[in-house]
Antibody, heavy 118, light 112 residues
């Protein structure tokens, strides 16, 4: 059974940093392009960024404009784990962050809540 | 960026009746590999999104056959042949052809 389990969400002050993790199991993680999608409270889905698999370009990353330069996606294929490093957080980054494949498909985590507030 | 425009944004339906959601991208979704990466997702209250349809019309495993997807060019549709109570939620179209991936605004389906 495929599982994606996000963790690391928390309450953080504006300007702060946070690192999210996504533990994957039930499939060959290294074979998949992975990504993050977020959902602000009461709002729709927003693509955050993606990371390719190593054989398709050494783990190249791409980001949505609102997070580019502040967020970094990485992966550890030896531990089947995806990461999202978030720096210079703003109130508008408050959202549930989901781990999924790229493009988003049939596998999603349960999400982890990030709240950016004083 | 490709803008995905859904309509309606709110859809009250009667149990057992059909429902239809439109999704219009701002440009063609034909990928260089010839595929059209247009997906439909369902998000029930308090749950993660669940993919229902991929590549316009292919139903995911376990998805009831009352859900169907169709379309071409810049006009796509998700249809529910007979709405059931468990279909309540928000439905999103999403394009996976171009970067960045973009979602529609969502259509909230509720029972009258």
């Amino acid at each position: 059974e495929v599982q994606l389990v996000e963790s690391g969400g928390d309450l953080v002050k504006p300007g702060g940093s946070l690192r999210l993790s996504c533990a994957a199991s039930g499939f060959t993680f290294s074979n998949e392009w992975m990504g993050w999608v977020r959902q602000a409270p009461g709002k729709g889905l927003e693509w955050v960024g993606r990371i390719k698999r190593k054989i398709d370009g050494g783990g190249t990353t791409d980001y949505a404009a609102p997070v580019k330069g502040r967020f970094t996606i990485s992966r550890d294929d030896s531990k089947n784990t995806l990461f999202l490093q978030m720096n210079s957080l703003k109130s508008e980054d408050t959202a549930v962050y989901y781990c999924t494949t790229d493009p988003p498909g049939g596998w999603w985590g349960q999400g982890t809540l990030v709240t950016v507030s004083t | 960026d490709v803008v995905m425009t859904q309509s309606p944004l709110s859809l009250p339906v009667t149990l057992g009746q059909p429902a239809s959601i439109s999704c219009r991208p701002s440009q063609s979704l034909v990928h260089s590999d010839g595929n059209i990466y247009l997906n439909w997702f369902q998000q029930r209250p308090g749950q993660s999104p669940r993919r229902l349809i991929y590549k316009v019309s292919y139903r995911d495993s376990g998805v009831p056959d009352r859900f169907s997807g169709s379309g071409s060019g810049t006009d796509f549709t998700l249809e529910i042949s007979r709405v059931e109570a468990e279909d309540v939620g928000v439905y999103y179209c999403m394009q996976g052809t171009h970067w960045p991936r973009t979602f529609g605004q969502g259509t909230k389906v509720e029972i009258k």
